[in-house]
């Protein structure tokens, strides 16, 4: 099944303490993208990369860190979380950027205390 | 810039036909998307219209596209309790980004 998964789906953990949440997709996409999703704000954009070892900042990429090492996994690293991070993480994927369809995975939620 | 906006709340009856607006600012966008969220799950492209259309129709969704306006509308004819959940309007340019507005969370009610 096509498919993008995260992991974990839940994570609770406290200030400075890193963190990498795995994002991979199964389709062979050359495009992955990063958000968070937060009330009333929507998705922001926080890290997106058009194909392996090729990385750009989105609109939000302050306090994170991606790698793109192979074309089937795009992980978000937290290297010192703040609560301000607290939010719902989305990766998401597309054949080619994102004149073509996304495909999201389920979410991440974060709590950081 | 981008900026995209739509009101965030809707309440339906099932079977009546919902609305949902959005605005956006850039006029150089190439590609714009609707996209549903279903509660615990991530977001699904439910339809896109291109910049040179003014109209798309898919089934029981219909999408307008004023570019003068910049306004950009989905229309769910005969909703359902099943068609409950947010509602994204997104565009793109020639970059590769995507920006997306607040969402609307439709209501359907029996």
């Known amino acids: 099944e096509a498919q993008v998964t995260q992991n974990p789906r839940y994570l609770i953990t406290v200030t400075g303490k890193k963190l990498t949440v795995t994002c991979s997709q199964n389709?062979?996409?050359?495009?992955m993208s990063w958000y968070r999703q937060d009330p009333g704000l929507g998705l922001r954009q926080i890290y997106y990369?058009?194909?392996?070892?090729?990385?750009d900042k989105g609109d939000v990429p302050e306090g994170y860190k991606v790698s793109r090492k192979e074309k089937r996994n795009f992980p978000l690293i937290l290297e010192s979380p703040s609560p301000n991070q607290t939010s719902l993480y989305f990766c998401?994927?597309?054949?080619?950027?994102?004149?073509?369809?996304?495909?999201f995975g389920n979410g991440t939620r974060l709590t950081v205390t | 810039g981008e900026d995209v906006e739509q009101s965030l709340f809707l309440s339906v009856r099932e079977g009546d036909s919902s609305v949902i607006n959005c605005t956006y600012t850039?006029?150089?966008?190439?590609?714009l998307y609707w996209y549903k969220q279903e509660p615990g799950a991530g977001l699904q492209l439910l339809t896109y219209?291109?910049?040179?259309?003014d109209m798309k129709q898919d089934q029981r969704l219909t999408v307008l596209l004023n570019k003068k306006d910049k306004h950009l509308s989905l229309r769910i004819a005969d909703t359902q309790t099943g068609d409950s959940a947010i509602y994204f309007c997104?565009?793109?340019?020639?970059?590769?980004?995507?920006?997306f507005g607040a969402g609307t969370t439709v209501t359907v009610r029996a």
């Open positions: 998401a994927s597309s054949f080619q950027g994102p004149h073509s369809p996304l495909h």
């Open positions: 389709m062979n996409h050359e495009y």
């Open positions: 990369s058009m194909n392996v070892e090729v990385t």
């Open positions: 850039d006029s150089s966008s190439t590609y």
């Open positions: 219209i291109f910049s040179n259309m």
């Open positions: 997104a565009e793109t340019t020639n970059d590769y980004k995507l920006s």
